[in-house]
């Protein structure tokens, strides 16, 4: 078409109004699907807002769980730690004690083949306050020499 000119259709009667009208209602019929169509689309894009939403409720949620179980375990946590400090003080400690008993029992035994063989089965004053030591039996004679280094170690 060529510009400034007007395309102008003549019907030859009733025939070109049936045509046009079966085209107008093809076009009407297409936009009530078109229509349709949109409305079923923006009703699924609805649900999934809906379903969006009550995922994000629910993993909220969850979340919410998980960081109260978090707190719950690093309180735990922390107890267990603290414990642990109070055992390795107490292993040290016990270490300590094990090393000075080790060597009061070395001297004892080295001193023991010099001086007389009795073994009344006395034990000393300081193992019978600690049940630890308690099975520690000590000769009698040993007993001045052992006070003498029970005041060099902690027992």
Known sequence: MLP???LIITSSGSEGDERYAKMDERKRKRMMSNRESARRSRMRK???IKELNNQVSYLKSSNNVIVQEMNSVRQLWSGVESEN???RAQ???LKNRLESLEIVLSYMRGT???TSTSTSGCSM???QDDPLLKPL???CQSMPLM???AGMFRF
């Open 125 to 127: 004053a300081i193992c």
């Open 85 to 87: 400090m109070v055992l």
């Open 147 to 149: 006070a003498s280094y």
């Open 112 to 114: 023991s083949t010099s």
């Open 46 to 48: 609805e649900q999934h």
């Open 91 to 93: 292993l040290a400690d």
């Open 4 to 6: 400034g000119k007007v």
């Open 137 to 139: 039996q000590v000769s």
